[in-house]
Nanobody, 131 residues
Framework: QAQLVESGGGSVQVGASLRLSCAAS????????MGWFRQAPGLEREFVAA????????YYRDSVKGRFTISRDNAKHTVSLQMNSLQPEDTAVYYC????????????????????????WGQGTQVTVSK
């Protein structure tokens, strides 16, 4: 089972940027696609972004397109989420997740946006955006 540890959260003002990082261990990192989800108080966990094993394919929820960028460094076993132009509605706990399927070859936005696609989760990092 993969161990995932997120970092980089914090409290910022509207329009600021943050970069979240997720360090993975316990699995061959390059075998698994990765995702970021978030959960605000009282709401369900929602998909934010996902990236394929190679990093060549990415997916985003509509509300973060053009503001957030997911990337991965397979040599360092890390996946990152660069978040720009942050808004109060981005306030949530952000979770890193690893695909349950080894060496996935078929990707779709529907599959990669489902929490059920992922088998390992980090503990989360808080992002708070205030006006």
């Amino acid at each position: 089972q993969a161990q995932l540890v997120e970092s980089g959260g914090g409290s910022v003002q509207v329009g600021a940027s943050l970069r979240l990082s997720c360090a993975a261990s316990g699995r061959t990192f390059t075998n698994y696609s990765m995702g970021w989800f978030r959960q605000a108080p009282g709401l369900e966990r929602e998909f934010v972004a996902a990236i394929s094993r190679s990093g060549n394919t990415t997916y985003y929820r509509d509300s973060v397109k053009g503001r957030f960028t997911i990337s991965r460094d397979n040599a360092k076993h890390t996946v990152s989420l660069q978040m720009n132009s942050l808004q109060p509605e981005d306030t949530a706990v952000y979770y890193c997740a690893a695909d349950r399927k080894i060496q996935r070859t078929y990707y779709s936005a529907r599959i990669m946006s489902q929490p059920e696609t992922y088998a390992a989760w980090g503990q989360g990092t808080q992002v708070t955006v205030s006006k």
